[in-house]
């Protein structure tokens, strides 16, 4: 969704199209190409991999943007985690090569985003009264735990570790202590480790009906009027996509196992614990 955005931000500036390259899912053992269960505007590359772009072995394409069906002439890769202004001179056609996990890639096309980020089909009864149900609820919080490959993975694992249950207990701490009423929805790719270890002192709901359907869980914590988020993009779009203009996000200060410099990745109006 990170590169989504910074490529359509660039297209949007040009008006220009945008290609997607997921060639390598195709050998991705963790994940799957999953943006076509939300409304977004692009093409897919499908032909074989362009001989004219230099492609880093072990890393997904990911996308490029072009205008008139040109081949994109350069490619940019990204080269820190952190934002670099050197994004703004590009111009298409271009290959993107990077993550682009920050806000300021995209953050003057929000409207789009949010639009374009919503679930091509309609919510299942189950979610659509849960839908109902946490509009209507002004101390609604969605609170996200990773686990899978972050517990499961050693590579992952390593590299970024899920979040501690004291980190969970401060952040909800905090959300409790400035919103009326907190109702948390727990959302989890591992949902029963959640019912069995993470007790809170609050009115809880775990919302477990849709393992197969991401864009789903991702309405519902949009839908929420505050947000507590793992270290996670999945949470952290979950969060920056809700509307609430008094919202509350609270996140982890420590996004990796091994430091780095995240001040871009966390809005400056979120909490970092």
Not at 142 to 156: A, I
Not at 158 to 165: D, K, N
């Amino acid at each position: 969704m990170f590169q989504y955005a910074a490529g359509r931000a660039l297209a949007a500036k040009f008006d220009a199209g945008l290609v997607l390259d997921i060639l390598d899912y195709a050998h991705d053992t963790l994940r799957h190409y999953e943006l076509n269960r939300l409304c977004v505007q692009c093409q897919i590359y499908t032909e074989n991999a362009p001989k004219y772009l230099p492609r880093r072995p072990g890393r997904l394409q990911k996308l490029f943007v072009r205008l008139s069906g040109r081949r994109p002439r350069a490619v940019y890769w990204e080269t820190g985690f952190s934002y670099n202004a050197a994004f703004e001179t590009l111009r298409p056609p271009v290959y993107l090569d990077g993550y682009w996990q920050s806000e300021r890639y995209f953050c003057d096309i929000a409207d789009i985003l949010r639009r374009e980020f919503s679930p091509a089909a309609l919510p299942s009864a189950a979610n659509a009264a849960l839908l109902e149900r946490i509009r209507a609820d002004a101390g609604a919080v969605s609170l996200h735990v990773r686990r899978g490959d972050y517990v499961s993975n050693p590579v992952t694992a390593a590299y970024h570790g899920a979040c501690s249950l004291e980190y969970y207990r401060r952040a909800v701490d905090h959300v409790a202590g400035r919103v009326t009423a907190p109702h948390f929805y727990l959302f989890s790719d591992d949902p029963d480790w959640v019912r069995e270890n993470l007790r809170l002192a609050h009115p809880c709901t775990v919302v477990d009906g849709n393992a197969d359907d991401g864009a789903a869980d991702m309405a519902l914590m949009r839908a929420c009027a505050h947000h507590v988020v793992a270290n996670s993009s999945f949470s952290w779009w979950g969060a920056w996509l809700g509307e609430n203009p008094e919202k509350i996000v609270v996140a982890p200060r420590h996004w990796f196992r091994e430091p780095k410099d995240t001040r871009d990745l966390i809005p400056s109006q979120w909490i970092a614990l």
